[in-house]
């Protein structure tokens, strides 16, 4: 499995330190808070909801490199859009992985 990096917030920060703090806390603050909403709608089996949490969460996936993840949240985005949940499992290993990540930044 690809391991989450801050190459990205690096290239985007272009040297100043405080950019790339604010994008650390961006995420630090983000990423639970989507998290939380798209468990809540898998909970009351509202996909195109789930559907709309996991296409927000896909900018973090990329801001933090995971291009393979990228691609699982596409393919998962669009399951859900058709009720289907079959990479579920997948996609929250990934979540769970991002913010274990994202809390030791």
Request: charged letters at 25%.
């Amino acid at each position: 499995m690809e391991e989450p990096n801050i190459e990205y917030i690096l290239k985007l920060a272009r040297g100043e330190e405080s950019i790339k703090l604010k994008l650390i806390k961006v995420l630090q603050y983000e990423l639970p808070l989507e998290m939380e909403a798209y468990y809540e709608n898998i909970k009351l089996n509202q996909w195109q909801q789930a559907a709309f949490h996991v296409h927000k969460i896909k900018h973090k996936i990329a801001i933090l490199g995971l291009e393979e993840t990228y691609l699982l949240a596409e393919k998962y985005e669009n399951q859900l859009s058709e009720n289907r949940t079959d990479l579920q499992t997948d996609f929250e290993n990934s979540l769970t992985l991002m913010l274990n990540f994202v809390n030791t930044l």
